[in-house]
């Protein structure tokens, strides 16, 4: 049984920092790669970060760019987000998803992801 479960996130002053965590189970980490993804109250949900190779290439969305850092440990099972120089602009719930078919976690593409974690919020105040 797939599974994703969710941690970390919060509160944060601008200028801060936060980690989120997915705990995967039920598939092979390793071929198939973890997004993250945030929606915005009143926006569409769009892709932060996602490993796009198994070599360990990544896609960051522009506003995130030198600032979140994903990352996985295949030992634990878990794919984290590292977001630093926090902004008010980001704040958002956040969620980790799993895609079988190898979709990007840009373009648009969020409905053709199966399987989500439960979402956590993230609260940035200036």
């Known amino acids: 049984q797939v599974k994703l479960v969710q941690s970390g996130g919060g509160s944060a002053q601008a200028g801060g920092s936060l980690r989120l965590s997915c705990r995967t189970s039920?598939?092979?980490?390793?071929?198939?790669?973890v997004a993250w993804f945030r929606q915005a109250p009143g926006k569409e949900r769009e892709g932060v970060s996602c490993?796009?190779?198994?070599?360990?290439?990544?896609y960051y969305e522009d506003s995130v760019k030198g600032r979140f850092t994903i990352s996985r440990d295949d030992d634990r099972r878990t794919v984290y987000l590292q977001m630093n120089s926090l902004k008010p602009e980001d704040t958002a719930v956040y969620y980790c998803?799993?895609?079988?078919?190898?979709?990007?976690?840009?373009?648009?593409?969020?409905?053709?992801?199966?399987?989500w974690g439960q979402g956590t919020q993230v609260t940035v105040s200036s």
């Open positions: 998803a799993a895609d079988f078919e190898g979709t990007p976690c840009y373009g648009g593409h969020w409905s053709r992801y199966d399987y």
């Open positions: 039920g598939f092979d980490l390793d071929y198939f790669p």
């Open positions: 490993f796009l190779r198994r070599d360990g290439y990544t």
